[in-house]
């Protein structure tokens, strides 16, 4: 064996992290800076109207800034305290929420949910009696995609949790994964039965005021009567329209928190601090642990989307509240939100102390080219350009989705006109799980009322089948089929997987 001298250079950089390797001329602060104008031309590439973004590192706020504009017909600009919808990165508050209960021993994590909801109810009497606090935030429930139960903003959190009693299983309880916002909603009933207050007062008082996030709400119908708010924004052929904004209030443990990047970086900052404010824990250190262990694994296989092609992980998990993969050798617990017209990601690198907040007013991918943009300037690796890259493969997919879509394309039949009179499919139509769908004539034309906010005219497609031309231009079209009973009625509405029958008399 030969023993060679290591220069002492070597031996300081072998001690030094990878950014202070890479930069010790410049400070943490200049990388961040130096990512500005990386990011304006990043929004301009993905043609997002608002963008903002706040990055922390090792306990400092380094960088907070808004880019472009809250409203595309509007001059007032995004900037640090700007409202956006964080849509579904609530659902790590929600999990902080239940930690804090848990750490005050009126909550358990694997506590029967009927324990503090007695109401609570799924079809299989057996996963009744059997999920758990911890089932309810792991999407593991055995339960199918169950989003039309609040998209109509119609349901209150009650009702929405009342109808799972009505939705089959799609796969063995605990027995793989299905993202589900809806079981989120009984997460926030078990924080009200356990602690006594709603959900919205909880995080008030619990999360939003020991951090100071004093630009924080838990509802829509809170945002909406606050200044200096984003709008939602979608696409209109090649325009650029602002839209409505989906009305998430009904889950809101799931998804229907408002907030700025300014306050989202506190939010970032406590995280990174194992659950403290300032040296003050919010947390015990055992339970912010828990907060991020893996319970259930994400099935891989296909192409993947473009961020997980680009990364490469090795393992994808879901913790508490927390996606996570491996990347570069590290762990990154992060998550997403999207809500119409709104997105959001917040990425975390803990044992670096890198943590990342992106906000922005139209769906696009862009979080998360940015949020691994900001990993690899502070993990020291050479440059890349995510946000070049990943708009690249997307638009690639757009185009393959587009010619699967038009070859897919069911055929109208031309020619045929419907079995009845046109007021004959008027009426009002119910299914236990899916609500309430009202027909009505109107001015000679058929109206379709799915809920209080969302309407459309029937458009007739082929023989008993119509399209709803939804009054909102951003919901685009639906459609629907009549099935005509042996009287010559029109007894049954078939809406996807749904067949809502004629209300009797």
Sequence with gaps: MIWRRVPPCLLLLAALSPLQAQGRARGPVDLARD????????????????LAVA???????????????????????????????????????????????????????????????????MKDPWATREVTVRDLITHRGGLPNADYLWTGGDNPREEVIRRIRFIEPSYSFRGGYTYHNVMYTVA??????????????????????????????????????????????????????????????GIGPAGSVWSSVADMSKWVRFLLDTGRVNGTPLLTPATWAELFRPATIIPGGGRGTPAVRMSKPHFRTY??????????????????????GMIAINGLIREEGIGVYILSNTSTEI??????????????????????????????DDARADSAS????????????????LDRYAGTFVDSLYGKVVVT?????????????????????????????????????????????????????????????????
């Design 35 to 50: 990512l500005d104008p990386y990011f304006a031309k990043a929004a301009k590439d993905w043609n997002v109207p608002g």
């Design 55 to 121: 990055i922390v590192y090792r306990g400092q706020l380094l960088f907070a800034k808004g880019y472009g504009v809250r409203d595309v017909g509007q001059p007032a600009p995004v900037d640090t305290q700007t409202l956006f919808a964080i849509a579904s990165t609530t659902k790590a508050i929600t999990a902080a929420a239940l930690g804090m209960l848990v750490d005050e021993g009126k909550v358990r994590w694997d506590d029967p949910v009927t324990k503090h909801v007695p109401w609570f109810q």
């Design 188 to 249: 926030g009933a078990v924080i009200e039965a356990a602690s006594g207050m709603s959900w919205d007062d909880f995080l008030r008082q619990r999360i939003f005021q020991p951090l100071g996030m004093t630009r924080s709400v838990t509802t829509l119908a809170e945002a909406v009567t606050k200044d200096n708010r984003a709008m939602p924004h979608g696409s209109r052929g090649d325009t650029l329209r602002v839209s409505g904004n989906s009305l998430a209030d």
């Design 319 to 340: 913790a508490l509240g927390w996606f996570q993969q491996d990347y570069q050798g590290r762990q990154v617990d992060f998550h997403t939100g999207s809500l119409t």
């Design 367 to 396: 979080r998360h080219a940015l949020m691994f943009k900001v990993f690899d300037t502070f993990l020291g690796l050479p440059p890349r350009d995510w946000s070049g890259e990943m708009l690249a493969l997307y638009r690639e």
């Design 406 to 421: 038009a070859r897919n394309q069911p055929q109208r039949v031309e020619g045929t006109k419907p079995s009845l009179a």
């Design 441 to 505: 004539m109107e001015e000679g034309a058929l109206r379709y009322r799915l809920s209080s906010t969302q309407a459309g005219t029937l458009e007739h497609w082929q023989y008993d089948t119509f399209r709803v031309v939804w009054d909102d231009w951003w919901r685009g079209r639906s459609t629907i089929t009549y099935t005509i009973g042996p009287n010559g009625s029109a007894d049954e509405l078939a809406v996807g997987q749904f067949e809502l029958r004629r209300a009797r008399r």
